[in-house]
């Protein structure tokens, strides 16, 4: 296999055939990928990233009941009609904004074995391209762009990157591990303490076993040999073809043969989104920094949490208890500031 080092990527893949059972009852009829994010459904927010940073050729791997993700970034003619009679030009321009991100493709995985799987979905879309993958628990914010990033260091470093949090020990034990040292990066950015080498990588180590305190998130740029590994790739985990197993492989490859592996260690705004708490978080987060939202909302948050309301409330289907007084920032998870922020996730 050739090494594709330096080859232009314009192709993106993105796998959403879950079923969502974690958001039961409302994914039973619903894609989990539509739920909104705010006023936004959360699979837009990972085009858009894609397509900002020039991946303007997505691939969605879907399965059963994801008609509705096709019917988001089509075109609306009726409701675009509607709009235009009304002379509403900030809706219609709002309406049409999905469908203009990018050029999209659908296939259905069928028979759900797993992400590697679900990546080797796309071989016949992708072909001899390196690309990238993007999974929609994640949702980057576009002030701190990791994508664009993956991007050039594939292109100066060749093989995959991949990209890397750090996290609790405690934590580990949730996500994939790399175990990683210094890399050689003298790119157009200079020297960069965020590049790493990975050496190896172990799908959600047993606790205490974990090699580095480096987890996997959902943002990988992919060498096409890729899919070669995964042919032969073995089910891990589960009983599903892990793709951390085939970058396993690949990690002890040479150029030219689809290695090296690298990481991109990401220190910037991330938005987890794949469990409840997380997604509740995360709708709270992104509000507060909205522009038309924000002001109104922050003000009426602080209200909440300081009024009293949420101390010594019962939860909903579950024994009373005692909760301690919350604050605005334990909420959001970061300090509230006081005044508007000038930049804008949503918008």
């Not at 076993?209 to 985990?237: C, K, M, N, Q, W």
């Not at 997604?279 to 509000?287: D, E, G, K, Q």
Request: hydrophobic residues 40%.
């Amino acid at each position: 296999m050739t090494n594709a080092r330096s080859r232009q990527i314009t192709k993106a893949v993105i796998p959403a055939a879950g079923l969502g059972t974690r958001f039961l009852p409302a994914t039973k009829a619903t894609p989990k990928e539509m739920l909104p994010v705010v006023d936004k459904p959360a699979i837009q927010y990972v085009v858009e990233e894609a397509a900002s940073a020039g991946l303007t050729d997505v691939l969605m791997i879907t399965g059963r009941n994801k008609r509705p993700l096709e019917d988001h970034f089509d075109r609306a003619y009726e409701l675009e009609e509607l709009l235009i009679r009304k002379g509403d030009q900030t809706k219609l321009d709002r309406v049409r904004e999905s469908s203009d991100l990018a050029t999209m493709h659908y296939v259905r995985q069928g028979d759900p074995k797993g992400l590697g799987h679900a990546v080797l979905c796309a071989e016949p879309h992708v072909a001899d391209q390196p690309f990238a993958v993007l999974l929609g628990d994640d949702l980057i914010d576009p002030r701190d762009p990791l994508l664009a990033k993956m991007i050039e260091v594939q292109r100066e470093l060749g093989g995959s990157v991949v990209a890397l949090i750090e996290v609790d020990p405690s934590q580990a034990h949730l996500y994939g591990c790399a175990a990683v040292r210094p890399a050689e990066w003298h790119g157009t950015l200079g020297a960069d303490d965020e590049i790493v080498r990975i050496t190896d990588l172990v799908e959600k180590p047993a606790p205490g076993e974990a090699p580095s305190s480096y987890a996997v998130i959902g943002r990988y740029v992919l060498d096409p040999s890729v899919f070669e590994v995964l042919h032969d790739t073995a089910p891990g985990l589960h009983g599903e073809i892990q793709l951390t197993d085939a970058l396993r492989v690949l990690a002890q490859r040479t150029p030219g043969r689809g290695g090296p592996v690298h990481g991109v260690i990401f220190n910037g705004r991330r938005y987890d989104t794949g469990d409840r708490g997380d997604y509740l978080r995360a709708i709270v987060r992104l509000a507060c920094e909205r522009e038309d939202l924000g002001p109104d909302f922050r003000a009426w948050l602080k209200d909440f949490v300081g009024s009293g309301e949420l101390d010594g409330r019962e939860r909903i289907d579950a024994e009373p208890v005692t909760a301690e007084p919350v604050t605005a920032e334990q909420v959001i998870g970061e300090p509230v500031p006081a005044e508007v922020p000038v930049a804008s996730l949503a918008d």
